[in-house]
């Protein structure tokens, strides 16, 4: 292993008030003014005056149904007025009125729900509460590594062994550091468990010493006294996951676009949510991806040399914390079968602990791999943060953005670079992918049980008993043989990456993939009994972490004898 991987690297900007992201704290006030007034301009571009009634309407008819339907304790108290006096103003407008009149009264209605929707997005950043957390963190997770390889709780308090030899970050780290001194970097993640921000911050402020990412977080973590307060001050802008009314959406991504614009490093996860599958995400959620091409052409546009640089990051667990639950989702909604609900406790600090415990005590580690960074279309850049086509020619971003000798505004041209843009994100996840034992040990005992079972669909496959089931050893010795033969070749072409364990002896491989796959659940994908017979105890889990590896057609290059 490289051990080069584990380095603790300085700070890029070691004080702290020079953090893009406390600028923006400093000056929430007037960026919350800003970014109403820059909605606004939003929403007049793409509706005409006489729409803007009807929109306010439909968000207030949209805001009352979320009211009455699905209330959080995190709801403003004056919630219900505000949105009351919203409908009776409209209402008691004289129909009589000119269109001077009722255009001022919805512009000023219009403003109003702007600016509460942006004083609930914007969020804040404490010095003071993110040392607290980076000590507490530090303390924390060293203590409980401790305890977890002694396998006491008693050695909780010593110090021997670091988080640094258990969370392995690698990849384009010095060349993200470098752009970040060039630019604005916006970091797209793979995303599994709902531990992921929690661990990227932590990985990303101790071993790669970048400044802090705003980063989204869901109102309804607000709805915890404790979490809320940390989510509160650590640069979280808040999103609402109930409001689908046009009036917050477009708030929302403007929240997104003008951060981007004035510099604050930016993290979001492209596919949306976690993935529910297992799968490296493949169709991600353009919204956002649309505000970094926009914020990049208004940087171009008003003359400014600015760029924004994004850098896919890919998250690699053994076993991750409510797979069960997820692949639960994924069967029900693909399948349209009754499967029985498996209730999601993994934000429950029960379980947290119970996942860092499993993690450390089982050497199971937790790798998180930067990709190649690009710029807003998809280009890679050096470390000049100049971009190059596929033919290695230097490419003015500007060009982009231009019709002859003039910049112009283009929806369609920037919806294409949006697409292209994901399409390229995508391509970095699975190039940029790290095959782990545990992967490749599920990859291939999952294919073994579907060709003893040729008849079979995928959910006939998965009722099938598992007490009723072993796996042939050297059968599946084989098939993991023929994958690394042909992993090699991948990584020779640049199409995928790999763990030091998948070069072991294929007996070897599956022994550590058996190992650490799935070591939390407590019924295992894989596992060895005591007649030394290779079982599985569920084989939902088991094609969870087989889909891993699903989109790279490795199936159809096994041959069975």
Known sequence: MDKSINVVRPHVFPNIEDWPISKLSDDRKNFVRD???FTLELLLEKHTAKNLGDIISKTVYLEKIRMKKDPWKVDPSTEKKFWAGIEKRQIELNPNADESETLALNMQLLREIVHRYSEEIV???????????????TMFFSRLLNAARAKSIFSFWGSKHRLSDRMIVKGEIEKVRKLMKRGTV????????NLDSVLIGYAVDTFVGLPSFSYSAGLNLLNRGLMAYFINRLGAYRTDRRKKNPIYLETLKAMSRLSIQRGVNSLFFPGGTRSRSGKLESKLKLGFINTVVEAQRTLVETGKKDKIFIVPLILSYQFVLEGKYLI??????KGKERYVRTRDKSNSLRSILTFAWHSFSKASDITLAFGQPMDMIGNPVNEKGESFDQYGNLIRLEDYFKSGDRFNSDLQRDSEYTKILGQRIVERFHKDNIVLAGHLTAFAAFNVLRRAHPDLDLFEVLRLPVKEWTFDRAVLTDVVRQLQVELKDMQE????KLSEQIYWDPADLIEDGI??????HTEKPIKINRKKQIISESFKLLYYYHNRLENYQLDKKIKWT
């Open 493 to 496: 072409r640049g199409e995928i």
């Open 123 to 137: 969020g804040t950043f404490s010095i003071k509460v993110f040392l607290f957390m980076r000590k507490f963190l």
């Open 328 to 333: 639960d989702q994924h069967l029900r909604l």
């Open 35 to 37: 970014l109403t007034n």
């Open 515 to 520: 190992k650490h796959l799935g070591s939390y």
């Open 186 to 193: 916006v970091i797209v993640p793979t995303h599994f468990s």
